[in-house]
């Protein structure tokens, strides 16, 4: 019997891949971030509204990562921004490899930024580097506020936090603390921007259309 | 179960390094942060599911965890932050800086020689 010292992370391809694709994206000069969530905190709405808005004066280009189906870039591509749809196939999480072949499809040259919305899981994805200069976390307000406890990871790991759907909390139609996240979530990470929002009324986007602007002309 | 493809790629590595030793792998150990939230039980069966029909077929995981660390800002103490209620044990200070979570790592494997058990 032999023992032998390894020492070798498990996942160093996927990492290389992602190493590649980072330096595909400095190369070109464009910023991209990978947007993690539960399904349904309302990822694709947030984009849909976020092109609309904003898409004239900042080009984005979006991956869209699903177990099936192209619903998701058929609605990026109604608002004629580009769109590569990834279908996983059942697993939970997107990989570097399978973004770098969508960076091809997508017309870099003509965009300022790209966005990756990975599939729809509050763990698994977070343990994936897709090459990104950094994640953004959407917790929607239905989901409940204990979420930043029970999914540490992926809110240490963020660099922003979208809380979608604030529209709901007028009235009283759910029970969430929002200053119970703004805690939770700092406790975690002292850095991380919080921007509460609704995709839905156009609430709050505006401190996160300013946001994503910075960070793509700080290039 | 991002553990499928931990397994996946924990599998293609063990292999790598058997073929450069030509030996055959008998255990191996991995160590992991807490944020990668592996299971060890669906690690160890999704394991088990890849190794069937390889040279890793019937090999032995252990998985070890590292806890998440923390420095406390006040007292520079580090200590494991426990993320529920992540306070400094020795001041009990709440203002500490998160450190970077332990990657997942295969550590070590164990091999058997082909002349092994013959003398």
């Not at chain 1, 994206?25 to 905190?41: D, E, Q, T, V, W």
């Given at each position: 019997?032999?023992?032998?010292?390894?020492?070798?992370?498990?996942?160093?391809?996927?990492?290389?891949?992602?190493?590649?694709?980072?330096?595909?994206?400095?190369?070109?000069?464009?910023?991209?971030?990978?947007?993690?969530?539960?399904?349904?905190?309302?990822?694709?709405?947030?984009?849909?509204?976020?092109?609309?808005?904003?898409?004239?004066?900042?080009?984005?280009?979006?991956?869209?990562?699903?177990?099936?189906?192209?619903?998701?870039?058929?609605?990026?591509?109604?608002?004629?921004?580009?769109?590569?749809?990834?279908?996983?196939?059942?697993?939970?999480?997107?990989?570097?490899?399978?973004?770098?072949?969508?960076?091809?499809?997508?017309?870099?040259?003509?965009?300022?930024?790209?966005?990756?919305?990975?599939?729809?899981?509050?763990?698994?994805?977070?343990?994936?580097?897709?090459?990104?200069?950094g994640k953004i976390v959407v917790l929607s307000v239905a989901e409940g506020d204990d979420k930043p406890v029970k999914y540490p990871g992926i809110f240490a790991k963020s660099k922003v936090l979208?809380?979608?759907?604030?529209?709901?909390?007028?009235g009283g139609m759910v029970d969430f603390d929002l200053d119970r996240v703004f805690a939770d979530a700092r406790r975690l990470n002292r850095d991380i921007e919080i921007f509460p929002v609704s995709?839905?009324?156009?609430?709050?986007?505006?401190?996160?259309?300013?946001?994503?602007?910075?960070?793509?002309?700080?290039? | 179960?991002?553990?499928?493809?931990?397994?996946?790629?924990?599998?293609?590595?063990?292999?790598?390094?058997?073929?450069?030793?030509?030996?055959?792998?008998?255990?191996?150990?991995?160590?992991?942060?807490?944020?990668?939230?592996?299971?060890?039980?669906?690690?160890?069966?999704?394991?088990?599911?890849?190794?069937?029909?390889?040279?890793?077929?019937?090999?032995?995981?252990?998985?070890?965890?590292?806890?998440?660390?923390?420095?406390?800002?006040?007292?520079?103490?580090?200590?494991?932050?426990?993320?529920?209620?992540?306070?400094?044990?020795?001041?009990?200070?709440?203002?500490?800086?998160?450190?970077?979570?332990?990657?997942?790592?295969?550590?070590?494997?164990?091999?058997?020689?082909?002349?092994?058990?013959?003398?």
């Open positions: 019997m032999e023992k032998a010292d390894v020492g070798r992370k498990i996942l160093g391809a996927n990492e290389t891949c992602a190493l590649k694709n980072k330096q595909f994206l400095a190369r070109h000069g464009k910023r991209c971030f990978n947007m993690i969530s539960s399904p349904g905190s309302g990822k694709t709405s947030l984009l849909v509204r976020t092109i609309t808005d904003i898409g004239q004066s900042l080009r984005i280009g979006v991956i869209e990562g699903d177990l099936q189906t192209d619903i998701d870039a058929e609605r990026i591509r109604a608002t004629r921004a580009p769109a590569i749809q990834i279908n996983t196939e059942g697993a939970c999480h997107l990989s570097a490899k399978q973004v770098s072949q969508a960076l091809e499809g997508l017309p870099i040259e003509n965009l300022d930024l790209v966005i990756i919305e990975n599939v729809g899981n509050l763990v698994c994805p977070s343990a994936f580097e897709l090459g990104e200069d979208l809380v979608n759907k604030i529209d709901l909390l007028k995709a839905k009324t156009g609430e709050g986007m505006q401190k996160w259309y300013d946001w994503l602007t910075s960070q793509a002309r700080s290039h | 179960m991002h553990e499928a493809t931990v397994a996946q790629s924990l599998i293609e590595v063990i292999l790598q390094e058997a073929r450069k030793r030509n030996a055959r792998p008998v255990r191996a150990k991995m160590s992991c942060g807490e944020l990668n939230r592996i299971n060890d039980d669906v690690l160890s069966f999704a394991f088990e599911a890849v190794a069937q029909g390889t040279p890793c077929e019937g090999m032995t995981l252990r998985i070890e965890h590292k806890p998440l660390q923390g420095r406390c800002k006040p007292c520079g103490r580090v200590f494991a932050v426990d993320v529920s209620n992540p306070h400094c044990p020795g001041c009990r200070s709440e203002e500490f800086e998160l450190l970077p979570d332990a990657p997942l790592v295969l550590d070590e494997i164990e091999f058997e020689r082909a002349d092994d058990g013959e003398g």
